[in-house]
């Protein structure tokens, strides 16, 4: 038998694991108080702009679709994350001038992290 503590989601379990002799195995789960995380910081853009395009969801950048200077309406692709093998585009939240591109192909972003500034 063996126990094990794991974290699925941000919630934390301890888990039992049990072997038969033909191989088979039992598992009983407990859920665990999680410890408290510090509160997050907000994004902070590192770009001139003052409108933020923002990641709506943790993944890789896939690929830029503007670049700086380039001018987007509101609803234009700026970015495109991959994330569980799906291309998710982020768009302008408004009509603007594309100040900064923020990240690289390639990058791993967080949900929230500011992608690119517009002005």
Do not use: C, H, R, W
């Not at 039992?26 to 994004?43: D, E, G, L, N, S």
């Amino acid at each position: 038998m063996k126990n094990y503590t794991i974290t699925v989601n941000g919630n934390v379990y301890d888990v039992t694991v049990e072997e038969n002799n033909g191989g088979a195995v039992a598992a009983t789960t407990a859920p665990v108080a999680a410890p408290k995380a510090a509160p997050k910081a907000a994004p902070k853009a590192t770009g001139a702009g003052s409108i933020k395009v923002t990641a709506g969801a943790a993944g890789k950048v896939f690929k830029l679709e503007a670049s700086v200077g380039q001018k987007v309406e509101a609803g234009d692709t700026v970015v495109v994350i991959e994330a569980m093998k799906m291309e998710i585009p982020v768009v302008a939240p408004e009509a603007g001038t594309v100040a900064s591109i923020d990240v690289a192909v390639g990058d791993a972003v967080e949900s929230g992290a500011v992608l690119a500034t517009l002005n």
